[in-house]
């Protein structure tokens, strides 16, 4: 157990809470709280304790899950977490998501979970394709041998 990571992403996190915006209190907790831990990796402090990118079931279920959706949407729009705290201020909606990003955020976690879903998919299709060529090298040097 990493007690430096843990502490130290905790404060990241805690701090969030002192400079962001969150319609008065109004903002779902897991928004708040993926916000929070998106301050985590923005400060570039390794998140070895977080979820890899397309876990979790919901664009909104919070902490590291939200935080991956989030960054997702920030290399979709520069500064795009930036420009949601502001819009928050008073207010909150999930039409911020469209409103920023031109698409509903139903159909932005749909976008998000293939594109993470294809780059595992890429990533077990090219170790099948390594085990075949292992194997094929393996039987030619048996040709070879006898």
Not at 15 to 30: C, I, L, Q, R, S
Not at 54 to 61: A, E, I, L, N, V
Not at 82 to 108: A, Q, W
Request: glycine share 4%; charged share 25%; hydrophobic share 35%.
């Amino acid at each position: 157990m990493d007690l430096k990571w843990i502490f130290t992403s905790l404060i990241h996190h805690e701090m969030t809470y002192v400079f962001h915006w969150n319609d008065e209190g109004k903002t779902p907790a897991p928004l708040v709280d993926g916000i929070a831990d998106y301050t985590v990796p923005k400060a570039n402090y390794n998140p070895t304790g977080f979820n890899k990118p397309s876990s979790g079931d919901r664009w909104d279920q919070g902490y590291d899950y939200t935080t991956c959706f989030l960054e997702y949407c920030d290399e979709l729009v520069p500064d795009f977490v930036v420009k949601l705290n502001n819009m928050m201020r008073k207010t909150n909606d999930v039409s911020f998501f469209h409103n920023l990003t031109g698409k509903p955020v139903e159909e932005l976690w749909k976008d998000y979970k293939a594109k993470y879903d294809n780059k595992a998919s890429e990533g077990i299709k090219a170790k099948i394709l390594l085990h075949r060529v292992c194997e094929e090298i393996n039987e030619f040097d048996n040709r070879n041998v006898n």
